[in-house]
């Protein structure tokens, strides 16, 4: 049973860091990609970055200069390094990580973990 393990989410001030970590576990397919999601109040949940097992990443645009997503492949553990954090960042933050069995992908999400940002 695959499981993922998210850490790091919290409350702080406008300008803070915060880093979040998820760990996944349970799966014996190959991780092909490992991300970070949002989602506000209200809002759609969206991709902020993700990172593949080659090493590529993909940021959206709003966080671009202040995240980094970086992974730990031998931990399974995807990181989102957060820096000079925005009110508008405030939001659930969902892990996201994509396996392939070798001829399909699936995808899991973590439980998600709160993050907000006071100005």
């Known amino acids: 049973q695959v499981q993922l393990v998210e850490s790091g989410g919290g409350l702080v001030q406008a300008g803070g860091s915060l880093r979040l970590s998820c760990a996944a576990s349970?799966?014996?397919?190959?991780?092909?990609?490992m991300g970070w999601y949002r989602q506000a109040p209200g809002k759609q949940r969206e991709l902020v970055a993700v990172?593949?097992?080659?090493?590529?990443?993909n940021y959206a645009d709003s966080v671009k200069g202040r995240f980094t997503i970086s992974g730990d492949n031998a931990k399974n553990t995807v990181y989102l390094q957060m820096n000079s954090l925005k009110p508008e960042d405030t939001a659930v933050y969902y892990c996201?990580?994509?396996?392939?069995?070798?001829?399909?992908?699936?995808?899991?999400w973590g439980q998600g973990t709160q993050v907000t940002v006071s100005s």
């Open positions: 990172i593949s097992s080659g090493g590529g990443t």
């Open positions: 996201n990580v994509r396996y392939y069995s070798g001829s399909y992908y699936v995808g899991y």
């Open positions: 349970g799966s014996t397919f190959s991780i092909n990609a």
